[in-house]
């Protein structure tokens, strides 16, 4: 497999961060909004501790190879 370096690295890198940036809001705010009626009440710890794990796998399965594409 032959890897293609980028023209402009650091406009790729930009794109990227963008992208995963994007992506990443994204997921959160809908992860906070689906739990938000299930949380009511919590600590902002046990929010923060419910919402990492969906969203570390959103991030490694959805959104990176997604920012990646782009």
Do not use: C, D
Not at 24 to 36: R, S
Not at 44 to 66: C, D, N
């Amino acid at each position: 497999m032959t890897v293609t370096q980028p023209r402009f690295p650091l406009l790729a890198k930009s794109r990227f961060l963008a992208a995963a940036m994007v992506g990443a809001y994204t997921v959160l705010n809908a992860l906070l909004a689906v739990l938000a009626p299930l949380t009511e009440g919590w600590s902002t710890y046990g929010t923060t501790a419910i919402a990492v794990p969906p969203m570390v796998l959103a991030m490694v399965y959805v959104v990176i190879p997604l920012a990646r594409k782009a």
